[in-house]
């Protein structure tokens, strides 16, 4: 069984930047799909960014396009989130999420809609001044 561990989750202030980091347990992710998603308290769990395994598509939701950046390491072994400019809005518990299918050209950012198939415990995020 895949397992998925994030990594990287802290403290910042508005306008700071934190990196995560998502890897598997015993696997290489160089053939997987990876997914971030948040989740704060009391709502519901969000897409945030996505990267497809073949070409790289990505996609982001509106609120975190142009100041998150997806991407695996040359390997594929490792896959980061790096946000800048972090809002206080940002806090939450980040996922880690990976899947074999989403190949080329698309990524799901509604997992109740297209489901990724392991997911890591998560790792929390807080912006506060």
């Known amino acids: 069984q895949l397992q998925v561990v994030e990594s990287g989750g802290g403290s910042a202030q508005p306008g700071g930047s934190l990196r995560l980091s998502c890897a598997a347990s015993g696997f290489s992710l160089d053939n997987y799909a990876i997914g971030w998603f948040r989740q704060a308290p009391g709502k519901e769990r969000e897409g945030v960014a996505c990267?497809?395994?073949?070409?790289?598509?990505?996609r982001y939701a509106d609120s975190v396009q142009g100041r998150f950046t997806i991407a695996k390491d040359n390997a594929g072994d490792t896959a980061f989130l790096q946000m800048n400019d972090l809002k206080p809005e940002d806090s939450g518990v980040y996922y880690c999420?990976?899947?074999?299918?989403?190949?080329?050209?698309?990524?799901?950012?509604?997992?109740?809609?297209?489901?990724?198939?392991?997911w890591g415990k998560g790792t929390l995020v807080t912006v506060s001044s």
């Open positions: 999420a990976a899947d074999l299918r989403y190949r080329q050209g698309w990524c799901p950012l509604r997992p109740t809609i297209a489901p990724w198939a392991y």
């Open positions: 990267i497809s395994s073949v070409d790289a598509y990505t």
